[in-house]
Every structure is written in structure tokens, then in C-alpha cells.
């Protein structure tokens, strides 16, 4: 998931900061505008982390949802 949020900030660098957080638990990805606003979320646990179908999966969720 690393190489996929990185492919994220990457993309959308200039409109939005993706912001992530990692615990025992698993992995939260927030995506803010420039003025900070949340625009997007995303909560996996550690066994979701393992599916490596579900991470492309959220990575292309997010995308569509930033518009991209």
C-alpha cells in the first residue's frame, strides 16, 4: 500500500494532501483540500493491508473520488 499512496500524493499534489495514519490496527487515509477540508477517508484494517486486489481497489476508489 505504501507504493499506491505514494502513486496517490503524487497525482494529486497541488489540489489535495493525503494524510496517512498507521496503528496496530491497520491503516486510515484522509484526503484534504487545500483550504483542509476532508474530502475523502478510507480505514483498513492490517488483514485488509494483506489483499493486495482490495488495495488497488481503494487506490483506484480514492482516484475516482478525488477525480482523477
Keep these: 500500500m505504501d507504493m499506491l499512496i505514494k502513486q496517490l500524493k503524487t497525482v494529486t499534489a497541488g489540489r489535495y494532501h493525503i494524510v496517512t495514519e498507521t496503528s ?17 477517508t478510507r480505514r483498513l484494517t492490517a488483514a485488509q493491508l494483506q489483499n493486495k486486489i482490495l488495495m488497488t481497489a481503494v487506490y483506484a476508489d480514492l482516484k475516482g473520488t478525488l477525480g482523477y
Excluded: F, I, R, T
Design 24 to 40: 496496530a490496527e491497520g491503516l486510515q487515509v484522509d484526503c484534504l483540500d487545500l483550504q483542509c477540508n476532508l474530502v475523502a
